[in-house]
């Protein structure tokens, strides 16, 4: 390719946003190859391969990390790589002590970070982690902070409607659910959450509409 390292992976970032993973990844690597120490382009990787659920991702985010050391956002990825997998350990609920351990390693790298009290992404990592350790009142306040920062990102809102469902208030769930889906309409989260959330409220009617909706996402 003509393009320059740097520019790779600036597309590749845009790729990434639009979902566009596979292409991204590849974009990242062909930047990688052709200059090593991009840090950028490894933490492009990572979080590639976190969104995959691939454990490699903390290698990439290591060679970030090698590359450039003041590099504040392949730290935030091997945090989100545990809040991940502190998640799915809450969610299946079998393994109480790894969905523990994975939360304190999440919390430790989140409180590695320089801008934590004002970084949007670092907020709601922190607050999710919360969630699946249950201090719901915690995590409102965080995804608050995180939504007074960046009000329009919907995958704020769609944790803070998170904390709402798994709290019991489901009503507020949806609310903000529906504000999440109204910035993105492709929005697997918000989508899933309102299936789960109408299930709940005994609304097969409409939950069935929103699985729809996800199917239609492929």
């Not at 390292?5 to 052709?34: G, H, I, P």
């Not at 965080?142 to 960046?150: C, D, H, N, V």
């Not at 998170?162 to 208030?169: I, S």
């Amino acid at each position: 390719s003509s393009l320059g390292s740097k520019e790779m992976v600036t597309r590749a970032d845009s790729l990434t946003a639009n979902r566009q993973y596979y292409e991204a990844f590849l974009l990242y690597r062909t930047a990688v190859a052709k200059y090593p120490q991009n840090s950028d382009a490894w933490t492009g990787i990572g979080n590639i391969q976190v969104m995959m659920c691939g454990s490699m991702s903390t290698v990439a985010y290591q060679q970030a990390l090698n590359a450039y050391p003041e590099n504040q956002n392949p730290i935030i990825g091997v945090a989100n790589f545990y809040t991940k997998q502190a998640v799915i350990e809450y969610t299946n609920k079998q393994r109480p002590e790894f969905m523990q351990e994975n939360a304190g390693n999440a919390l430790k790298y989140y409180g590695m970070v320089k801008d934590k009290q004002t970084n949007y992404k670092v907020l709601n990592g922190i607050g999710t982690v919360q969630v699946v350790l249950g201090n719901h009142d915690e995590a409102i306040k965080i995804f608050g902070r995180s939504l007074e920062i960046k009000p329009d990102r919907a995958e704020s809102l769609n944790g803070m409607a998170f904390t709402y469902f798994e709290k019991g208030d489901t009503q507020s769930a949806i609310a903000y659910y529906e504000k999440s889906l109204s910035i993105d309409g492709g929005n697997y989260d918000a989508l899933s959450g309102l299936k789960n959330s109408y299930q709940k409220l005994q609304r097969p009617d409409i939950a069935s509409s929103y699985e729809t909706a996800l199917q239609s996402l492929g």
